[in-house]
């Protein structure tokens, strides 16, 4: 195969944007247009790469592809190696298909200090890439770590008004996980060099690297812990609605729509596969946590006066879905998971835009300020109304997909554990449906409402590519399924030879085992 | 190297401690000229002296000189000489606008510099407890002087007296260390102590476990280890901010020089006796540093905190040793002294006699007068913090890599931790830089052009050494390789 380095490209496009935005020069305008059209295009070109690297994307193979490995650090084994798989594949399109609509999202709100958050939206893009096509455990921590600072100062800088605590809890938060993950990393390498003499954190030397079971808890612990965090999984999930709500638009979406996919990811990529005695040993008490935050999150969601708070909430719940189908274990629940992270980022990242668009108008996020809206804004209320069928999980939208993947394959596994986890099927409906009608339906009772403009071309821009990939996303989930079989094949393959080790949580009803 | 035989193959292994030692006489001897109120580069003295000594370090490199039988310039030494004469070059580039500032006498200024410099440097390279002693002593005391240059500050006056005393004090421990060492192996030579220690099995001899924990005592105060910190955050608040900066990096670097010498390879047979001891200190360093740093609204009193704690990494890094340990000791000990360095100067470029900058209210909306200045203040902290890209995740990582190999996981697992506490507070900084509304009236910084090039250097370094540390991490290595 020809080498074309398509994956570093990704990783380093938008950083070598973001460097030359620091460069453009600002002619005195009010506004940077220079310098957001110039972001927008880095990240349509980062888009238009990472198509480019789906249609190089061979579908039948469950290996990396489009591998790249140059040695880093060789004295301590380090290498920058990028690959590719069916699970990482879509990640790495859905961050580009993302920035670029959370840079148009913020065209307007964002009106201070244009230059820098587009440098740091960009430099967050890098390092998220960059976690997911990261096969060198080094060189994976080092995007993970590095990813937080941008996200700290796009909060920090250009978010609500209790921003600073929110960036300081959320930076704080999921170091405090990520460091215990740094020591798990260094301990396996000395592991690696005690039984080959060499250290290595290559992410395949890992696999092959057989661990004792009493080691594999606390490695798997360490590394479950960063992981839940960042997911986040009830009960690490409390920085989440400050984080969320205190965020830029642009913050939130990126926030909600990729950065909690790196929790979940870390789980099936890593934490699984590297530990899967242990792994099989917790996953019964991880699927129950998953369970309790999908109920936790839909009712707390529930009460919410403010719309983006609900949707922080609903994203608990979501996630909640995702951990269940990965901790089953089995093609479904696996499939359904890195399918509803896909879901989670389109629906949330378009839900947390429209929030955004309401509260541009109006300054303000509270349910009871709005209602009636159908009346003034129709354009923007009917995309609302896909994006909440779509989230919701409604036949013929994205987020059924993937739900009903993960219920299936919950239910294999663990039919209690599925039977909880429906009624968060139903929960989100609830609080989802109830919020569109008090914000959209009525007559019109606050007269501050009256003026409110819809949408213009902008946010069209924005919002019609997400509801196209919903719509597309329900219809043919084929297309994404089917490139992500074969890697997902790999990994559950794998668990099943740690499955003897398997043990049924104590609570777990008679016959679950037969289910296996 | 004709130049360096002239002086005679013994003199070769002090000829970069010369070099310095000379500047600093030659900076004396200028001030005793100058006029009253004349401008005279003095500092220039001292960049040819430095210039001279690093110049004869990478001619020494790799020749393991030997001079008089009680200084061995071996490339662990050099190295460390090579940090302190980088640490030296910078420190000067910064002092014009301290020495303006504060109106310090500049050619004692210099003079004392330097020759705290070549004790550091004489000490790196010791191999005889005495000498050793000596040349603590001989930049203790210029570095006493130092804190208390502004004469006329009260607060510099107590530091430097708080300093004085204390510093005294551990230097009496350490010289009665010494005394019961050659009590015992009837040498003061390293290499002898070690072959005695080696040769007699004496662990279990009361008396030479006196000797250690004398010896240990005197080399944690200079160190900053806990309980032994009292001195720091006052003494770094007292001196002028550039001052701060070169001894918050420079004293770390002789000592902990030393603290390898001595522990790692002289009383390395005894690791079973020390280990606990040093076991505690660390932690307890790491986590008093970090967690008192949170509490402090001075950004000196803030950054010696910070210090102490990252004393706190060195020590593990020491507790962990053998060659992984040596060689991350080396590498931290260069991040460290870059980014520490480029910390306080960036405080010490932006204060001006009306406004000192040292308190965190006065960092309000810094990013709005000066960001270049802002930013580079971020990547400095970031790199204190232990972010990637920047080469403080490398040396902390290399450290805990080191740990973790020796099977040392609660020290790592300490480490990482409080250094998520320390994180809190650089990023209170970085808060009140960048998320709090602009102060009335901020005039932007205006700093000389070569230290803005000095810190932009700085900065680069880092991040250059954040993502390819290849070459120094093999470099550190190879140094430590033939240390005995």
């Given amino acids: 195969m020809a080498v074309v380095p398509v994956l570093s490209a990704l990783i380093v496009l938008p950083l070598v944007g973001a460097v030359l935005l620091l460069l453009v020069r600002n002619r005195g305008h009010e506004r940077d247009t220079v310098v957001q059209w110039a972001a927008l295009g880095v990240s349509l070109a980062e888009f238009a790469v990472s198509l480019w690297m789906w249609s190089r994307f061979d579908a039948a193979r469950p290996d990396f592809q489009m591998v790249e490995r140059v040695d880093w650090i060789p004295s301590f084994g380090i290498q920058y190696a990028v690959g590719v798989d069916g699970i990482s594949l879509f990640l790495v399109v859905l961050t580009a298909f993302l920035t670029p609509l959370a840079l148009l999202g913020s065209w307007r709100s964002v009106h201070t200090k244009v230059r820098e958050f587009s440098f740091f939206m960009l430099a967050l893009e890098s390092a998220m890439i960059g976690v997911f096509l990261s096969l060198d455990m080094f060189l994976f921590y080092v995007f993970w770590d590095a990813m937080l600072i941008p996200m700290y100062f796009l909060i920090g800088i250009w978010g609500y008004e209790r921003r600073v605590y929110a960036a300081v809890k959320f930076i704080l938060y999921t170091m405090a996980g990520s460091v215990l993950m740094l020591v798990a990393i260094l301990t396996v390498a000395s592991l690696h060099s005690a039984a080959t003499g060499a250290y290595s954190f290559s992410y395949e030397a890992w696999l092959a690297l057989a661990v004792p079971r009493h080691t594999q808890m606390w490695l798997f612990l360490a590394f479950a812990v960063a992981f839940a965090i960042k997911v986040p999984l009830f009960p690490f999930h409390t920085w989440l609605p400050d984080a969320h709500v205190e965020a830029p638009t642009a913050g939130s979406v990126i926030l909600a729509g990729v950065m909690l996919k790196m929790g979940t990811y870390g789980l099936l990529r890593f934490a699984f596969p590297l530990f899967p005695d242990a792994a099989a040993y917790f996953a019964p008490w991880l699927a129950v946590l998953a369970v309790i935050g999908i109920v936790y999150g839909a009712l707390v969601a529930m009460v919410q006066p403010d719309m983006k708070k609900l949707v922080a909430y609903s994203s608990v719940s979501h996630l909640g879905f995702v951990v269940l189908g990965i901790t089953a274990m089995n093609v479904q629940g696996v499939q359904g998971a890195v399918y509803q992270m896909l879901n989670h980022g389109v629906s949330t990242g378009a839900l947390f835009l429209i929030v955004g668009m309401l509260s541009d108008r109006r300054h303000t996020r509270l349910i009871s300020e709005y209602g009636g809206l159908k009346h003034v804004m129709p354009g923007l209320v009917a995309a609302f109304f896909v994006i909440t069928l779509s989230s919701i999980g409604l036949p013929g939208l994205n987020g059924f997909v993937g739900e009903f993947l993960i219920l299936l394959g919950a239910f294999r596994w663990n039919p209690a554990l599925a039977a909880v986890a429906a009624s968060g099927v139903i929960l989100s409906a609830v609080y989802m449906l109830w919020m569109f009608q008090r914000v959209n339906y009525g007559a019109v009772t606050n007269p501050k409402n009256e003026g409110m403009q819809d949408l213009d071309t902008r946010e069209k821009f924005v919002l019609w590519p997400l509801i196209a990939m919903a719509v597309f996303m329900g219809v043919a989930p084929w297309v994404f399924l089917k490139p992500m079989t074969p890697a997902v094949n790999r990994i559950v393959a794998r668990m099943a030879e740690a499955g003897p080790a398997k043990v049924v949580p104590v609570a777990a009803p008679a016959g679950t085992e037969s289910s296996r | ?484």
């Fill in chain 2, 1 to 484: 190297m004709s130049s360096v035989s002239i002086l005679g193959p013994t003199l070769n292994g002090i000829v970069p401690v010369l070099c310095v030692t000379l500047a600093g006489l030659a900076c004396l001897l200028a001030e005793a000229f100058r006029q009253p109120g004349e401008r005279m580069p003095i500092g220039g003295l001292g960049g040819i002296g430095l210039a001279g000594a690093g110049a004869a370090i990478l001619l020494l490199w790799g020749r393991r000189a030997e001079s008089f039988g009680v200084v061995t310039a071996d490339d662990f030494g050099l190295f460390v000489q090579l940090v302190l004469v980088g640490i030296g070059a910078l420190t000067l580039v910064f002092s014009p606008k301290a020495i303006d500032r504060d109106t310090l006498p500049a050619g004692e200024y210099y003079a004392l510099m330097l020759f705290a410099l070549a004790g550091m440097m004489l000490m790196a390279v010791a191999t005889d407890l005495l000498l050793i002693f000596l040349a603590l002593e001989v930049f203790s005391l210029a570095l006493y002087v130092l804190t208390g240059l502004r004469r006329r500050e009260c607060a510099s006056t107590e530091g430097a007296f708080k300093y004085f005393v204390l510093g005294g004090f551990s230097s009496a421990f350490f010289l009665y260390g010494i005394a019961f060492t050659y009590g015992l192996a009837g040498s003061t030579r390293l290499d002898r102590v070690a072959s005695m220690v080696q040769a007699h099995a004496l662990s279990g001899d009361p008396l030479l476990l006196v000797a250690m924990g004398l010896l240990l005592v005197g080399l944690a105060f200079k160190v900053a280890a806990v309980p032994f910190h009292m001195w720091t955050p006052d003494a770094y608040e007292a001196a002028p901010t550039v001052v701060t900066g070169f001894m918050s990096t420079a004293v770390k670097a002789a000592a902990f020089a030393v603290f390898a010498r001595v522990f790692l390879l002289a009383l390395e047979p005894l690791r079973a006796e020390w280990m606990p001891v040093l076991w505690v200190l660390a932690i307890c360093t790491m986590i008093l540093g970090s967690v008192v740093g949170v509490a402090q609204t001075n950004l000196k009193r803030m950054l010696a905190y910070s210090s102490i704690a990252h004393g706190g990494y060195l020590l593990v890094a020491l507790a962990a040793g053998g060659d992984a340990g040596r060689a991350s000791i080396l590498f931290y000990l260069v991040v460290y002294a870059v980014t520490n360095i480029g910390a306080f100067a960036v405080i010490a470029m932006l204060g001006t006699r009306e406004q000192p900058m040292e308190t965190l209210d006065e960092y309000k909306g810094l990013w709005h007068s000066s960001p270049v200045m802002a930013a580079l203040l971020t990547i400095f902290l970031l790199s204190l913090g232990g972010f990637p890209p920047t080469a403080g995740f490398v040396a902390k990582w290399y450290v805990f890599s080191a740990a973790v190999g020796a099977g040392q996981f609660g020290l790592a697992v300490v480490g990482v931790l409080t250094s998520v506490v320390s994180v809190f507070f650089y990023l209170r900084i970085v808060v009140m830089m960048y998320m709090s509304d602009a102060r009335e009236g901020a005039a932007p910084a205006r700093l000389p052009g070569p230290a803005l090039a000095a810190l932009s250097l700085s900065a680069a370094i880092l991040f250059y050494l954040g993502v390819l540390p290849t070459r120094l991490l093999d470099l550190a290595a190879r140094s430590v390789a033939g240390m005995f």
